[in-house]
Protein backbone atom coordinates (compact mmCIF):
# COMPACT_ATOMS: atom_id res chain seq x y z
CA UNK A 1 0.00 0.00 0.00
CA UNK A 2 1.56 3.14 -1.03
CA UNK A 3 0.32 5.12 2.14
CA UNK A 4 -1.32 8.37 0.37
CA UNK A 5 -4.28 7.89 2.63
CA UNK A 6 -1.60 8.72 5.65
CA UNK A 7 0.08 11.41 3.89
CA UNK A 8 -3.80 13.03 3.49
CA UNK A 9 -4.19 12.56 7.12
CA UNK A 10 -0.15 14.21 7.87
CA UNK A 11 -0.87 16.97 5.50
CA UNK A 12 -4.38 18.12 7.34
CA UNK A 13 -2.17 17.21 11.12
CA UNK A 14 0.46 19.89 10.43
CA UNK A 15 -0.15 21.88 7.62
CA UNK A 16 -3.63 23.26 7.48
CA UNK A 17 -3.83 26.85 6.09
CA UNK A 18 -4.18 29.80 9.03
CA UNK A 19 -8.22 28.81 9.23
CA UNK A 20 -8.01 25.45 7.95
CA UNK A 21 -8.74 23.57 11.33
CA UNK A 22 -12.20 25.69 12.10
CA UNK A 23 -13.20 24.90 8.09
CA UNK A 24 -12.47 21.49 8.16
CA UNK A 25 -14.20 21.47 11.22
CA UNK A 26 -17.41 23.47 10.21
CA UNK A 27 -17.29 20.68 6.72
CA UNK A 28 -17.15 17.75 9.16
CA UNK A 29 -20.47 19.73 10.76
CA UNK A 30 -22.01 19.15 7.70
CA UNK A 31 -22.66 15.12 7.67
CA UNK A 32 -25.38 13.92 8.50
CA UNK A 33 -25.39 10.43 10.36
CA UNK A 34 -25.86 7.49 8.02
CA UNK A 35 -28.88 5.71 8.48
CA UNK A 36 -28.01 2.51 10.92
CA UNK A 37 -25.36 4.03 12.52
CA UNK A 38 -25.38 4.44 16.14
CA UNK A 39 -24.19 6.86 18.83
CA UNK A 40 -21.46 5.04 19.48
CA UNK A 41 -19.28 4.04 16.91
CA UNK A 42 -18.21 3.17 13.62
CA UNK A 43 -17.60 6.24 11.37
CA UNK A 44 -20.12 8.66 13.51
CA UNK A 45 -17.36 8.11 16.38
CA UNK A 46 -14.83 8.85 14.43
CA UNK A 47 -16.61 12.13 12.85
CA UNK A 48 -17.83 13.33 16.42
CA UNK A 49 -14.45 12.98 18.05
CA UNK A 50 -12.98 14.95 14.62
CA UNK A 51 -14.97 17.31 15.02
CA UNK A 52 -14.89 18.01 18.73
CA UNK A 53 -11.27 18.63 18.50
CA UNK A 54 -10.89 20.53 15.52
CA UNK A 55 -13.38 22.86 17.11
CA UNK A 56 -11.32 23.23 20.10
CA UNK A 57 -7.97 23.74 18.29
CA UNK A 58 -10.07 26.10 15.82
CA UNK A 59 -8.98 29.14 18.00
CA UNK A 60 -4.82 28.21 17.53
CA UNK A 61 -5.15 26.23 14.09
CA UNK A 62 -1.92 26.73 13.63
CA UNK A 63 -0.13 24.65 16.93
CA UNK A 64 -0.90 21.26 14.67
CA UNK A 65 1.33 18.98 17.19
CA UNK A 66 -1.66 19.91 20.28
CA UNK A 67 -4.49 19.29 17.65
CA UNK A 68 -2.43 15.48 16.77
CA UNK A 69 -2.01 15.24 20.54
CA UNK A 70 -5.70 15.90 21.65
CA UNK A 71 -7.32 14.18 18.42
CA UNK A 72 -4.81 11.37 19.18
CA UNK A 73 -5.90 10.65 23.26
CA UNK A 74 -9.64 11.18 22.01
CA UNK A 75 -9.42 8.20 19.56
CA UNK A 76 -7.18 6.59 21.86
CA UNK A 77 -3.98 5.84 19.85
CA UNK A 78 -0.94 8.31 18.73
CA UNK A 79 0.27 9.20 15.32
CA UNK A 80 -1.13 6.14 13.24
CA UNK A 81 -4.66 6.67 14.96
CA UNK A 82 -4.61 10.60 14.51
CA UNK A 83 -3.62 10.55 10.88
CA UNK A 84 -6.10 7.32 10.22
CA UNK A 85 -9.05 9.67 11.69
CA UNK A 86 -8.15 12.71 9.55
CA UNK A 87 -8.12 10.81 6.47
CA UNK A 88 -10.89 8.61 7.51
CA UNK A 89 -13.10 11.65 8.43
CA UNK A 90 -11.66 14.44 6.20
CA UNK A 91 -12.56 12.21 3.30
CA UNK A 92 -16.53 11.37 4.32
CA UNK A 93 -16.51 15.16 5.05
CA UNK A 94 -15.42 15.84 1.32
CA UNK A 95 -17.47 13.27 -0.53
CA UNK A 96 -20.77 14.44 1.98
CA UNK A 97 -19.66 18.18 1.29
CA UNK A 98 -19.11 17.56 -2.45
CA UNK A 99 -22.32 15.20 -2.91
CA UNK A 100 -24.66 18.07 -1.00
CA UNK A 101 -23.46 21.08 -2.95
CA UNK A 102 -24.14 19.42 -6.41
CA UNK A 103 -27.56 18.33 -5.42
CA UNK A 104 -28.20 21.53 -3.61
CA UNK A 105 -27.03 23.52 -6.89
CA UNK A 106 -29.17 21.69 -8.97
CA UNK A 107 -32.34 22.59 -7.05
CA UNK A 108 -32.73 19.35 -5.20
CA UNK A 109 -31.45 19.92 -2.18
CA UNK A 110 -33.23 22.55 0.07
CA UNK A 111 -33.33 20.23 2.61
CA UNK A 112 -29.65 18.83 4.21
CA UNK A 113 -28.75 15.76 1.36
CA UNK A 114 -27.66 12.88 3.38
CA UNK A 115 -24.59 11.44 2.19
CA UNK A 116 -24.88 7.81 0.14
CA UNK A 117 -23.26 5.12 2.00
CA UNK A 118 -21.10 4.42 -0.76
CA UNK A 119 -19.26 7.94 -0.89
CA UNK A 120 -17.77 7.14 2.94
CA UNK A 121 -14.68 5.61 3.18
CA UNK A 122 -14.08 2.60 5.48
CA UNK A 123 -12.12 4.67 8.66
CA UNK A 124 -9.65 1.79 9.38
CA UNK A 125 -9.84 -0.31 6.39
CA UNK A 126 -7.95 1.79 3.46
CA UNK A 127 -8.31 -0.22 -0.34
CA UNK A 128 -6.54 1.12 -3.56
CA UNK A 129 -9.60 3.31 -4.19
CA UNK A 130 -9.21 4.94 -1.39
CA UNK A 131 -5.55 5.42 -1.23
CA UNK A 132 -5.64 6.79 -5.40
CA UNK A 133 -8.68 9.54 -4.10
CA UNK A 134 -6.27 10.68 -1.28
CA UNK A 135 -3.59 11.28 -3.35
CA UNK A 136 -5.85 12.98 -6.02
CA UNK A 137 -6.72 15.35 -2.76
CA UNK A 138 -3.19 15.87 -2.16
CA UNK A 139 -1.85 17.08 -5.07
CA UNK A 140 -5.11 19.30 -5.04
CA UNK A 141 -4.23 20.79 -1.69
CA UNK A 142 -0.30 21.16 -2.95
CA UNK A 143 -1.61 23.08 -6.07
CA UNK A 144 -3.81 25.48 -5.03
CA UNK A 145 -0.74 25.86 -1.67
CA UNK A 146 1.22 27.26 -4.94
CA UNK A 147 -0.96 29.17 -6.96
CA UNK A 148 0.00 32.52 -5.57
CA UNK A 149 3.79 31.20 -5.19
CA UNK A 150 4.06 31.04 -1.81
CA UNK A 151 5.40 27.73 -0.56
CA UNK A 152 9.39 28.33 -0.88
CA UNK A 153 12.45 25.79 -0.24
CA UNK A 154 11.58 26.18 3.51
CA UNK A 155 8.22 25.38 3.73
CA UNK A 156 8.81 22.63 1.09
CA UNK A 157 11.63 20.89 3.50
CA UNK A 158 9.22 21.25 6.47
CA UNK A 159 6.30 19.41 4.82
CA UNK A 160 8.71 16.61 3.65
CA UNK A 161 10.26 16.15 7.18
CA UNK A 162 7.04 16.08 9.02
CA UNK A 163 6.09 13.66 6.76
CA UNK A 164 9.56 11.50 7.53
CA UNK A 165 8.71 12.37 11.03
CA UNK A 166 5.32 10.77 11.08
CA UNK A 167 6.70 7.62 9.49
CA UNK A 168 5.53 7.84 5.80
CA UNK A 169 6.92 5.35 3.71
CA UNK A 170 10.01 6.39 1.55
CA UNK A 171 8.16 6.20 -1.67
CA UNK A 172 5.57 8.42 -0.32
CA UNK A 173 8.04 11.17 0.89
CA UNK A 174 9.81 11.17 -2.78
CA UNK A 175 6.69 11.23 -3.93
CA UNK A 176 5.65 14.34 -1.99
CA UNK A 177 9.18 15.92 -2.36
CA UNK A 178 8.83 15.45 -6.20
CA UNK A 179 5.48 17.12 -6.55
CA UNK A 180 6.09 19.74 -3.99
CA UNK A 181 9.24 21.15 -6.66
CA UNK A 182 7.11 19.91 -9.69
CA UNK A 183 5.67 23.32 -11.45
CA UNK A 184 2.01 24.06 -11.54
CA UNK A 185 0.37 22.58 -14.15
CA UNK A 186 -3.71 23.07 -14.11
CA UNK A 187 -4.28 22.04 -17.41
CA UNK A 188 -2.76 18.96 -16.74
CA UNK A 189 -4.33 18.10 -13.06
CA UNK A 190 -7.52 18.98 -14.19
CA UNK A 191 -7.22 16.45 -16.67
CA UNK A 192 -6.98 13.80 -13.85
CA UNK A 193 -9.88 14.62 -12.35
CA UNK A 194 -12.65 12.07 -13.81
CA UNK A 195 -16.07 13.39 -12.96
CA UNK A 196 -17.55 16.67 -11.56
CA UNK A 197 -18.01 14.50 -7.92
CA UNK A 198 -14.27 14.23 -7.79
CA UNK A 199 -14.17 17.46 -9.02
CA UNK A 200 -16.25 19.19 -6.25
CA UNK A 201 -14.05 17.32 -4.20
CA UNK A 202 -11.29 18.35 -5.41
CA UNK A 203 -12.12 22.33 -5.11
CA UNK A 204 -13.24 21.15 -1.47
CA UNK A 205 -9.71 19.94 -0.31
CA UNK A 206 -8.55 23.03 -2.23
CA UNK A 207 -10.13 25.30 -0.25
CA UNK A 208 -8.50 23.22 2.86
CA UNK A 209 -5.57 24.43 1.94
CA UNK A 210 -5.20 28.05 1.25
CA UNK A 211 -6.75 31.38 2.95
CA UNK A 212 -8.62 32.42 -0.46
CA UNK A 213 -7.46 36.08 0.19
CA UNK A 214 -5.11 36.95 -2.77
CA UNK A 215 -5.99 37.28 -6.64
CA UNK A 216 -3.91 34.66 -7.48
CA UNK A 217 -5.51 31.84 -5.34
CA UNK A 218 -9.31 32.87 -6.50
CA UNK A 219 -7.93 32.96 -9.95
CA UNK A 220 -6.63 29.62 -10.02
CA UNK A 221 -10.06 28.45 -8.18
CA UNK A 222 -11.80 30.02 -10.61
CA UNK A 223 -9.75 28.10 -13.31
CA UNK A 224 -10.00 24.63 -11.56
CA UNK A 225 -13.80 25.03 -11.60
CA UNK A 226 -13.80 26.36 -15.27
CA UNK A 227 -11.84 23.49 -16.35
CA UNK A 228 -13.29 20.88 -14.57
CA UNK A 229 -17.06 21.93 -15.20
CA UNK A 230 -17.88 22.60 -11.74
CA UNK A 231 -20.82 26.04 -12.22
CA UNK A 232 -20.78 29.62 -9.85
CA UNK A 233 -23.88 27.52 -7.72
CA UNK A 234 -21.83 24.53 -7.22
CA UNK A 235 -18.58 26.54 -6.19
CA UNK A 236 -20.49 28.55 -3.81
CA UNK A 237 -22.42 25.77 -2.00
CA UNK A 238 -18.48 24.11 -1.23
CA UNK A 239 -17.29 28.14 -0.36
CA UNK A 240 -20.34 28.09 2.01
CA UNK A 241 -20.43 24.93 3.63
CA UNK A 242 -16.24 25.21 4.07
CA UNK A 243 -16.73 28.64 5.79
CA UNK A 244 -14.97 31.12 2.84
CA UNK A 245 -16.25 34.32 2.24
CA UNK A 246 -17.13 35.13 -1.42
Do not use: H
Not at 2 to 27: E, T, V, W, Y
Not at 174 to 188: G, K, N, T, Y
Request: proline letters at 5%; glycine letters at 16%; hydrophobic letters at 45%.
Amino acid sequence: MAGFGDLLGSLLQNNLSGSGAQRLSQGLGQLSTTPGEGGGGGLSALLDGARGVLGQAADNPLQAGGLGAALGSVLGGGGDAVRGALTGGALAMLAGVAYKALANAEGQGAAPVPVPPAALPEPVQADAARDDKARLLVRAMINAAKSDGQIGVDEMQRIVDQAAASGLEAQVRQWLADELVRPLDLDAFAAEIPDRETAAEVYAASLLAIEVDTPEERAYLDGLAARTGLTPEVTAQLQRALGVAG
